[in-house]
């Protein structure tokens, strides 16, 4: 559990490098640090557990047991609190990303990353693509389009016109 909890832990510290423009707060990795954390003390608690069986340590197996038990308690407290303020974590990561989409020019850093993340979750726009009508790069080209990145892969000779949406 410990090896397949540190594995998870590195997969999210790692993919928030390609997010990081999205998730500007810090804070963001906190969930992933703790992850690795939790790990680390669950293989120092498995390793307990096992010394405490080998030597049929009724101490050990007891202190083994009350460690176990508020792992559980912090893991169902865990699940709460990110239930309760799964919300506010969708509001500032949306208010972020249509701060990102506002920069948009089409060259700079943000312009990659937003091609990236939609290219990769085959979206376009943080709701939708009616998203893009609202953001200035829009209003300067003049074009009536929203970028190559919201094109569905399948759709052929797609050149981002709000005219075929079906292939957005």
Same mark, same amino acid.
């Given at each position: 559990?410990?090896?397949? =909890?540190? *594995?998870?832990? @590195?997969?999210?510290?790692? +993919?928030?490098?390609?997010?990081?423009?999205?998730?500007?707060?810090?804070?963001? =990795?906190?969930? @992933?640090? !703790?992850?690795?954390?939790? @790990?680390?003390?669950? %293989?120092?608690?498995? =390793?307990?557990?096992?010394?405490?069986? /080998?030597?049929?340590?009724?101490?050990?197996?007891?202190? /083994?047991?009350?460690? !176990? =038990?508020?792992? /559980?308690?912090?893991?169902?407290?865990? /699940?709460?609190?990110? %239930?309760?303020?799964?919300?506010?974590?969708?509001?500032?990561? &949306?208010?972020?990303?249509?701060?990102?989409?506002?920069?948009?020019?089409?060259?700079?850093?943000?312009?990659?990353?937003?091609? *990236?993340?939609?290219?990769?979750?085959?979206?376009?726009?943080?709701?939708? *693509?009616?998203?893009?009508? +609202?953001?200035?790069?829009?209003?300067?080209?003049?074009?009536?389009?929203?970028?190559?990145?919201?094109?569905? &892969?399948?759709?052929?000779?797609? +050149?981002?016109?709000?005219?075929?949406? &079906?292939?957005?």
């Amino acid at each position: 559990a410990a090896a397949g =909890l540190s *594995y998870v832990g @590195a997969y999210v510290i790692n +993919t928030y490098k390609s997010y990081d423009n999205f998730l500007q707060d810090k804070y963001a =990795l906190l969930p @992933a640090v !703790i992850i690795v954390c939790v @790990a680390v003390v669950m %293989f120092a608690i498995g =390793l307990i557990g096992c010394c405490a069986t /080998f030597r049929e340590s009724r101490v050990g197996l007891g202190l /083994f047991l009350a460690i !176990i =038990l508020v792992i /559980f308690i912090a893991e169902v407290s865990a /699940f709460v609190l990110g %239930f309760v303020y799964r919300e506010k974590v969708k509001t500032d990561v &949306q208010g972020t990303m249509r701060s990102v989409f506002e920069k948009y020019d089409g060259k700079n850093s943000e312009s990659i990353v937003v091609n *990236y993340l939609q290219e990769q979750l085959h979206c376009c726009g943080v709701k939708n *693509y009616s998203d893009w009508t +609202t953001t200035q790069w829009f209003n300067s080209t003049g074009n009536n389009s929203v970028p190559l990145s919201c094109c569905q &892969q399948e759709a052929k000779n797609c +050149t981002g016109h709000l005219d075929h949406p &079906q292939d957005l």
